[in-house]
């Protein structure tokens, strides 16, 4: 079980938006730590998407936005492609743990 | 730009050591500003961050992994490795490098990855 919660699966029509939901507690995102996302595409590596809550490295789509609020953290994704098709993780630091943490992923599916 | 490759065997017998290197290319591990680390991810499953190594030797472990971890430098060779000793079939998993940035010491984040390698933990 990951000290950071996600649903496990989301699903969206094109053009639609989406959000995943990061839930964490008082040792990670509710101390202040950033939440950082990342995009697995099938058989690749995960790629940096969102890193302080709410910033993208150059070439992430502006359709791709992060937002952090007491101990939870959300992606948003708009007009949703099929190329978004993939899985999503967040990222902080847990204090408990003394380490950097993930979510267990999300599953998006396209319609 | 910056690449990373990890490289090593891609089959280990228990409890024998797992042995690997991440090389960096189109930039210097010495050049400072981030941690070189280690991520792995069970077949299916998500990510565990292993640990790091700052280019001047100091490292910083999963406590849950710390026991059996020892992450090193090469900056001559502009390498860094991970050795992970006893291992057991729960150690099968593809393994990342990756490089962090940070905005304080403990606000990191993954910016670039290695293309990860599979190692199957098997007598």
């Known amino acids: 079980q990951s000290v950071l919660t996600q649903p496990p699966s989301v699903s969206g029509a094109p053009g639609q938006r989406v959000t995943i939901s990061c839930t964490g507690s008082s040792s990670n995102i509710g101390a202040g730590y950033d939440v950082h996302w990342y995009q697995q595409l099938p058989g690749t590596a995960p790629k940096l998407l969102i890193y302080a809550n709410t910033n993208r490295p150059s070439g992430v789509p502006d359709r791709f936005s992060g937002s952090k609020s007491g101990t939870s953290a959300s992606l948003a994704i708009t007009g949703l492609q099929a190329e978004d098709e993939a899985d999503y993780y967040c990222?902080?630091?847990?204090?408990?743990?003394?380490?950097?943490?993930f979510g267990g992923g999300t599953k998006l599916t396209v319609l | 730009q910056v690449q990373l490759q990890e490289s090593g065997p891609g089959l280990v017998k228990p409890p024998q050591t797992l042995s690997l290197t991440c090389t960096v290319s189109g930039g210097t591990i010495s050049g400072g500003g981030y941690y070189w680390n280690w991520i792995r991810q069970h077949p299916g499953k998500g990510l565990e961050w292993i640990g790091y190594i700052y280019y001047r030797g100091s490292t910083y472990y999963n406590p849950s992994l710390k026991s059996r971890v020892t992450i090193s430098v090469d900056t001559s060779k502009n390498q860094f490795s991970l050795k992970l000793s006893s291992v057991t079939a729960a150690d099968t998993a593809v393994y990342y490098c990756?490089?962090?940035?940070?905005?304080?010491?403990?606000?990191?984040?993954?910016?670039?990855w290695g293309r990860g390698t599979l190692v199957t933990v098997s007598s």
């Open positions: 990756a490089r962090a940035d940070y905005d304080s010491d403990l606000d990191w984040y993954f910016d670039l």
């Open positions: 990222q902080s630091y847990d204090s408990s743990l003394s380490g950097s943490v």
